[in-house]
């Protein structure tokens, strides 16, 4: 009985889904066509079959702006104006063209740009061009302007001649994609191409010759001097070496009325900086100097090894002798040096006197290497043993030094140098505590020495006019406040002497000495506090938790813990309290000669990136020159 239920209801659930099928079925048979009303659609626009009024523009380019691309120009332009005026219906609204630009970027095509601007405006109803590679080189950008342009209202076609190809019809999206793939594929061939090209003709050392001022190009390509547009360059030149900002200089041409290579008059601090860079001013070339890592946006790129280079000495006449070149690019690594009435910094070294070998320092000046503080330390030595007698001496104490014999003792540097002068060097930054200000009673500015071989730095009272005055401190409110002064130039050098590490801080005990009305503070440099800083991340504990219904939100959070360390050297770890006969104190020795602390430094012969003779000949002459020139204009 049971079974013969089941099998009742299977059969009436069949009959009921063959029910369902049935009325879907009859309703899709429609109904009849007589009772609709057809409306046809529009008939799709067959391009040259269509007489309606259209407002029809033509774009053309040539890559290059050269005099041969000019017959393609003119061809081009004459071409599109024909073919629009006799096409019936079709008005032509004007020419769009540019010249000398590549298809690769839209970004510097100005009547493209131009031309898109009026179809946003409704000028324009039909575009045509010679081809997909004409129009765009970029797949992206050519399909993106071909919708942006089928998107408007009115709608914009775009007329491929050589493609035959109409941006409004249905399939023509999917031939521009494929054409623009292969015109974008063709440009990257060439681009190749051209830098195998160049790197071939720089390896054998045929250079470009760009357009450059202060010379003229022969028949044969080489570079020959413009005697006239050579003294604005030489005036650069001379007026830099002697203190001029770049943005003084290129007022002063301005008011001369000096030209430019291309017949202008106006000039900026840029221009002027990038004439006093070029290195085929003293006769050389380097080529390559800046590359174009891609291809489709044309942004050329410093190039810092990225690509071969290739330089040639004395490839033709210079218009500046190369001390004057060299000079002058020692000044421009320098950024933001300028300090009125002294043009140029020179090493001197004191050589005489308790600061004998003491290099005065300039803390902007970065023109000075490791090797430049060593010879001017060694200069004022008759010979090489009074040198290696010096670096023996810093490695045991010598006579009139302190007799601590018996005594327990505890390293200075254990304790607070609050009350004693201390220097911190960092990397672009040296600071001198309250204390030392208070040693130098009423002095302002001060002038920092170092001597390479002593491995020390020397501090003395200077005037505010001293070329290395540095003014390390201020009164505030009747109190010496300390000025944290940047030393970038300093500091570069002295890490690479002492092998420091960057990311530290090396702190100094100083030793003040007075004789008379002299007085100075000294700092060894050979055991120095390392203030290392650490970051660290730990866990806090659970401190709140929210409960819901559906799980438990731990809302703990990492703490950031910065660290500050104080590290010593290894040779100090047994000296708390240790018996001072194995210990080396830091002090110095006390000078029983001449103190003559104060004494000038000289300039050392032969570090000087230029003399002071050659600087005032160099002054002499700018100014000749620009009486001359103010005659001429």
Same mark, same amino acid.
């Given at each position: 009985?049971?079974?013969?239920h089941?099998?009742?209801?299977?059969?009436?659930?069949? $009959? *009921?889904?063959?029910?369902?099928?049935n009325?879907?079925r009859?309703r899709?048979?429609?109904?009849?066509?007589?009772e609709?009303?057809?409306i046809?659609? $529009?008939?799709r626009?067959k =391009?040259?079959?269509?007489?309606?009024e259209k407002?029809?523009?033509?774009?053309?380019?040539?890559?290059?702006?050269?005099?041969?691309?000019?017959?393609?120009?003119?061809l081009?332009?004459?071409?599109?104006?024909?073919?629009?005026?006799e096409?019936?219906?079709?008005?032509?609204?004007?020419?769009?063209?540019?010249?000398?630009?590549?298809?690769?970027? !839209?970004?510097?095509?100005?009547?493209?740009?131009?031309?898109?601007?009026d179809c946003?405006a409704?000028?324009i109803?039909?575009?045509?061009?010679?081809?997909?590679?004409?129009?765009?080189?970029?797949?992206?950008?050519?399909?993106?302007?071909?919708?942006?342009?089928?998107?408007?209202?009115?709608k914009v076609?775009?007329?491929?001649?050589?493609?035959h190809? #109409?941006?409004?019809?249905?399939?023509?999206?999917?031939?521009?994609?494929?054409l623009?793939a292969?015109?974008?594929?063709?440009?990257? %061939?060439?681009s190749?191409i051209?830098?195998?090209?160049?790197?071939q003709?720089f390896?054998?050392?045929i250079? @470009?010759?760009?357009? =450059?001022?202060?010379?003229? /190009?022969?028949?044969?390509?080489?570079?020959?001097?413009?005697?006239?547009?050579a003294?604005?360059v030489?005036?650069?030149?001379y007026?830099?070496?002697n203190?001029?900002?770049?943005?003084?200089?290129?007022?002063?041409?301005m008011?001369?009325?000096r030209?430019t290579?291309?017949?202008?008059?106006?000039?900026?601090?840029?221009?002027?900086?990038?004439? @006093?860079?070029?290195e085929?001013?003293?006769?050389?070339?380097?080529?390559?100097? %800046?590359?174009?890592?891609?291809y489709?946006?044309?942004?050329?790129?410093?190039?810092?090894?990225?690509?071969?280079?290739?330089?040639q000495?004395?490839h033709?006449?210079?218009i500046?002798?190369?001390?004057? #070149?060299?000079?002058?690019q020692?000044?421009?690594?320098v950024? $933001?040096?300028a300090?009125?009435?002294f043009?140029?910094?020179?090493?001197k070294?004191?050589?005489?006197?308790?600061?004998?070998?003491?290099?005065s320092?300039?803390?902007?000046?970065?023109?000075?290497?490791?090797?430049?503080y060593?010879?001017a330390?060694?200069?004022v030595?008759?010979d090489?043993?009074?040198?290696?007698?010096i670096? &023996?001496s810093?490695?045991? *104490?010598k006579?009139?030094?302190?007799?601590?014999?018996?005594?327990?003792?505890v390293?200075?540097?254990?304790?607070?140098?609050?009350?004693?002068p201390?220097?911190?060097?960092?990397?672009?930054?040296?600071?001198?505590?309250?204390?030392?200000?208070?040693?130098?009673?009423?002095?302002?500015?001060?002038?920092?020495?170092?001597?390479?071989? &002593?491995?020390?730095?020397?501090?003395?009272?200077c005037?505010?006019?001293?070329?290395n005055?540095?003014?390390?401190g201020?009164?505030r409110?009747?109190?010496w406040?300390?000025?944290? *002064?940047?030393?970038?130039?300093f500091?570069?050098?002295?890490?690479?002497?002492m092998d420091?590490?960057?990311?530290?801080?090396?702190?100094?005990r100083?030793?003040?000495?007075?004789?008379?009305n &002299?007085?100075?503070?000294l700092?060894? =440099?050979?055991?120095p506090?390392?203030?290392?800083?650490?970051?660290?991340q730990?866990?806090? +504990?659970?401190?709140?938790?929210t409960?819901?219904?559906?799980n438990t939100?731990?809302?703990?959070?990492?703490?950031?813990?910065?660290?500050?360390?104080?590290l010593?050297?290894?040779?100090?770890?047994?000296?708390?309290?240790?018996?001072?006969?194995?210990?080396?104190?830091?002090?110095?020795v006390? #000078? #029983?000669?001449?103190?003559? /602390? =104060?004494? +000038?430094?000289?300039?050392?012969?032969g570090?000087?990136?230029i003399? &002071?003779? !050659?600087l005032?000949?160099l002054?002499?002459?700018?100014?000749?020159?620009i009486?001359?020139?103010?005659?001429?204009?």
């Amino acid at each position: 009985m049971g079974v013969m239920h089941q099998v009742s209801g299977y059969e009436k659930e069949i $009959k *009921k889904q063959e029910e369902q099928k049935n009325k879907i079925r009859e309703r899709y048979k429609g109904v009849d066509r007589n009772e609709l009303e057809f409306i046809p659609a $529009k008939p799709r626009e067959k =391009l040259f079959e269509d007489t309606a009024e259209k407002r029809v523009c033509a774009y053309c380019r040539v890559s290059t702006d050269d005099v041969n691309q000019t017959s393609s120009y003119e061809l081009q332009k004459n071409h599109y104006e024909d073919m629009i005026k006799e096409h019936q219906g079709w008005e032509l609204v004007g020419i769009y063209a540019d010249e000398g630009i590549s298809g690769t970027s !839209l970004q510097h095509r100005d009547e493209f740009n131009r031309m898109i601007e009026d179809c946003k405006a409704g000028k324009i109803d039909l575009i045509v061009t010679k081809s997909v590679s004409r129009f765009a080189r970029n797949i992206v950008d050519c399909i993106a302007k071909v919708r942006e342009l089928g998107n408007m209202r009115p709608k914009v076609g775009v007329f491929f001649e050589t493609e035959h190809i #109409y941006t409004l019809d249905n399939t023509s999206e999917m031939m521009l994609a494929v054409l623009s793939a292969a015109a974008q594929e063709e440009s990257h %061939t060439k681009s190749e191409i051209m830098n195998i090209s160049i790197e071939q003709r720089f390896s054998r050392g045929i250079f @470009l010759t760009p357009k =450059l001022l202060g010379y003229d /190009v022969d028949e044969d390509g080489n570079l020959v001097i413009n005697k006239e547009e050579a003294e604005t360059v030489r005036l650069c030149y001379y007026l830099f070496l002697n203190g001029f900002p770049t943005a003084e200089i290129a007022e002063i041409l301005m008011q001369l009325k000096r030209k430019t290579k291309l017949g202008n008059t106006k000039w900026s601090s840029g221009t002027v900086g990038s004439l @006093l860079r070029n290195e085929r001013y003293c006769g050389d070339v380097l080529s390559r100097k %800046t590359f174009t890592p891609n291809y489709l946006d044309h942004k050329s790129k410093k190039n810092r090894h990225d690509r071969n280079q290739y330089r040639q000495t004395d490839h033709h006449e210079a218009i500046v002798d190369r001390d004057i #070149y060299n000079a002058a690019q020692k000044m421009l690594t320098v950024t $933001k040096y300028a300090k009125k009435g002294f043009p140029f910094p020179n090493l001197k070294v004191v050589d005489g006197g308790a600061l004998k070998g003491f290099v005065s320092v300039n803390r902007s000046w970065t023109g000075f290497t490791v090797e430049d503080y060593k010879k001017a330390s060694q200069s004022v030595y008759s010979d090489q043993n009074s040198i290696q007698d010096i670096e &023996e001496s810093k490695e045991e *104490k010598k006579d009139g030094g302190f007799d601590l014999s018996g005594y327990e003792i505890v390293r200075a540097q254990f304790f607070s140098t609050r009350l004693n002068p201390a220097m911190t060097i960092s990397e672009g930054r040296i600071t001198f505590n309250t204390a030392c200000l208070k040693k130098f009673e009423d002095v302002e500015y001060v002038e920092i020495l170092f001597n390479s071989i &002593e491995r020390c730095i020397a501090v003395r009272p200077c005037d505010k006019d001293n070329i290395n005055a540095v003014k390390w401190g201020t009164i505030r409110n009747g109190k010496w406040a300390v000025l944290p *002064k940047s030393c970038r130039g300093f500091s570069e050098p002295l890490f690479e002497l002492m092998d420091w590490n960057n990311e530290c801080k090396y702190r100094f005990r100083g030793q003040y000495s007075k004789e008379d009305n &002299e007085q100075i503070l000294l700092f060894d =440099l050979e055991e120095p506090e390392v203030i290392k800083h650490e970051i660290i991340q730990e866990d806090l +504990p659970d401190t709140d938790t929210t409960e819901t219904e559906e799980n438990t939100v731990d809302t703990s959070k990492n703490k950031t813990k910065k660290i500050v360390r104080t590290l010593f050297p290894k040779q100090w770890q047994n000296h708390f309290g240790d018996s001072s006969e194995d210990v080396l104190l830091l002090h110095r020795v006390k #000078y #029983y000669g001449n103190w003559d /602390v =104060l004494r +000038p430094a000289k300039i050392v012969e032969g570090l000087e990136p230029i003399s &002071e003779n !050659l600087l005032d000949k160099l002054n002499e002459e700018a100014q000749n020159m620009i009486e001359k020139m103010r005659c001429a204009v």
